[in-house]
């Protein structure tokens, strides 16, 4: 059975900081791994995707790696700003009984940016 | 960009009665699901549907239906209510995709209390 662990579970640090988000799982047989973006009382919002045959992607001060073999995925925030806080999510792609798929998503890292 | 959308914010409902939770696509996809999100257990999938009248069970579809009668709409049913469906209710939705590398696009979700 797949399972998705993110740690920490909570993280504060002072604006200005690069910072990495974990995320990592048990069966390496994905077909893609999602970060998203949780602010408080709302939902998500997709950041990055990273299929299963890539390493990396990045989008502005993001990057997000995958690494399928040990089953981890980091996601690198740089220089954070107080904006940026909100709960980090991962999930991964698994298969299913229909061409859908399923989402298997981690408890979420909680990030506060200090100004 | 696409858009989904649910119905209600917020929504407080008494025990025993049925609620309706709406969802509503505008790009055409033909995979919606439903996530219930709660502290410590995260995102659990209800219930999905890969195109109109179809549907599956996720991994805790018990006290739930849904519909899907039209292909931009999803609707939960919570056929009598009980306060431990008090919950944050998330719809989601992707393209059809056999390689199952697209993403899911969340809506804002509903944040219902039974009493």
């Known amino acids: 059975k797949q399972e998705v662990t993110q740690i920490p579970a909570a993280l504060s640090v002072p604006e200005g900081e690069n910072l990495v988000l974990n995320c990592s799982f048990t069966?390496?047989?994905?077909?893609?791994l999602q970060w998203f973006r949780q602010d408080p009382g709302k939902g998500l919002t997709s950041l990055l995707l990273?299929?299963?045959?890539?390493r990396e992607q990045t989008s502005g001060r993001l990057n997000a790696s995958l690494d399928k073999s040990s089953g981890r995925s980091t996601l690198y925030i740089a220089a954070s700003q107080p904006g940026d806080s909100a709960t980090y999510l991962c999930?991964?792609?698994?298969?299913?009984?229909?061409?859908?798929?399923?989402?298997?998503f981690g408890q979420g890292t909680t990030l506060q940016v200090k100004p | 960009d696409v858009k989904v959308t649910q119905s209600s914010r917020y929504l407080v409902k008494r025990t025993g009665e049925k609620v309706f939770l709406e969802c509503v696509q505008d790009?055409?996809?033909?995979?919606m699901f439903w996530y219930r999100q709660d502290p410590g257990l995260g995102l659990r999938l209800i219930y999905f549907?890969?195109?109109?009248?179809?549907?599956e069970k996720g991994d805790i579809p018990e006290g739930y239906s849904v519909s899907r009668e039209k292909k931009e709409r999803f609707s939960l049913i919570l056929e009598s209510a009980s306060t431990n469906q008090t919950s944050m209710y998330l719809c989601?939705?992707?393209?059809?995709?056999?390689?199952?590398?697209?993403?899911?696009?969340f809506g804002p979700g509903t944040r219902l209390t039974v009493t």
């Open positions: 989601a939705s992707s393209p059809f995709d056999a390689g199952r590398s697209y993403e899911q696009y």
């Open positions: 990273i299929q299963s045959s890539q």
């Open positions: 549907s890969y195109d109109v009248k179809m549907k």
């Open positions: 790009m055409d996809h033909e995979n």
């Open positions: 999930a991964v792609r698994i298969g299913g009984s229909s061409n859908t798929g399923k989402l298997i």
């Open positions: 069966d390496s047989a994905i077909y893609n």
